[in-house]
C-alpha cells in the first residue's frame, strides 16, 4: 500500500485531507516542517501533500527544497496546498519542484483526481 503523508499544522485539515484520501492509502501525518522531514527521511512516502505556511522555523517550501535537494527523497510527489493563491505563490511553488499546486479551500475530488494523476 502506497503511503501519503499529510502536513498540515491544523489538524482540522489534516483530517479533513485523511477522510478524502479514504483506505486506499496508508496515511501519515505531521503538524510542522521538521517532523515532516523526519518521518519522509524514515517512512519515504510516494506523494505528500504539504501545506506551505506553518509555525515553526521550516515553512513548506523549505520543506519541499530539502526533500528535491535529497537524491533519496527527490523522486516523492508533493502537492502543495495553500491559501496563497497568486499567481506568484504557484509559481513559486512549481518552480521550487512541487508536483501540483491546490489553493486552501480545494475541492476533496480535485485532491482524490491529483493524487491519482501522480500515483498512477
Given at each position: 500500500?502506497?503511503?501519503?503523508?499529510?502536513v498540515?499544522?491544523?489538524?482540522?485539515?489534516?483530517?479533513?485531507?485523511r477522510i478524502t484520501?479514504?483506505?486506499?492509502?496508508?496515511?501519515?501525518?505531521?503538524?510542522?516542517?521538521?517532523a515532516?522531514?523526519?518521518?519522509?527521511?524514515?517512512?519515504?512516502?510516494?506523494?505528500?501533500?504539504?501545506?506551505?505556511?506553518?509555525?515553526?522555523?521550516?515553512?513548506?517550501?523549505?520543506v519541499?527544497?530539502?526533500?528535491?535537494?535529497d537524491?533519496?527523497?527527490?523522486g516523492?510527489?508533493?502537492?502543495m496546498?495553500?491559501?496563497?493563491?497568486?499567481?506568484?505563490d504557484?509559481?513559486t511553488?512549481?518552480?521550487?519542484?512541487?508536483?501540483?499546486?491546490?489553493?486552501?479551500?480545494?475541492?476533496?475530488?480535485?485532491?482524490?483526481?491529483t493524487?491519482?494523476?501522480?500515483?498512477?
Open positions: 500500500m502506497k503511503k501519503i503523508l499529510i498540515d499544522d491544523h489538524s482540522d485539515i489534516r483530517k479533513l485531507i484520501i479514504g483506505n486506499a492509502y496508508e496515511v501519515l501525518e505531521a503538524d510542522d516542517g521538521r515532516a522531514l523526519e518521518i519522509i527521511r524514515n517512512q519515504q512516502p510516494s506523494l505528500i501533500v504539504l501545506d506551505i505556511m506553518m509555525p515553526g522555523d521550516m515553512d513548506g517550501l523549505q519541499l527544497d530539502a526533500i528535491r535537494a537524491p533519496k527523497l527527490a516523492i510527489q508533493v502537492i496546498v495553500s491559501a496563497r493563491g497568486q499567481l506568484h504557484y509559481q511553488g512549481m518552480s521550487r519542484g512541487a508536483n501540483a499546486y491546490l489553493i486552501k479551500p480545494f475541492s476533496p475530488i480535485q485532491l482524490v483526481n493524487i491519482k494523476e501522480l500515483l498512477g
